[in-house]
């Protein structure tokens, strides 16, 4: 059977006798999501929650104090 991670839509070959009938977690090689894999095959979201997305903030480029002057070599 085929499983696709949610994250990222990598494909995974899974042989079905391998997966109990409680289902199993598995980790994506890829992007390292964890996501819950049935012996049906289907793929369901990990049971951690996804974070809440966090707001973007836009700094302003900070003022940079101008160099000093170069020391003249004798």
């Not at 049935?38 to 974070?51: R, V």
């Amino acid at each position: 059977m085929n499983v696709t991670c949610p994250s990222c839509e990598t494909i995974y070959r899974v042989d079905p006798a391998k997966v109990p009938a409680a289902g199993v977690r598995a980790r994506c090689s890829v992007c390292s999501n964890v996501f819950a894999v049935s012996p049906d095959g289907a793929g369901a979201p990990a049971t951690k929650p996804a974070p809440a997305p966090q707001p973007v903030v836009v700094a302003a480029p900070v003022a940079r104090a101008p160099a000093p002057a170069p020391v003249p070599a004798f």
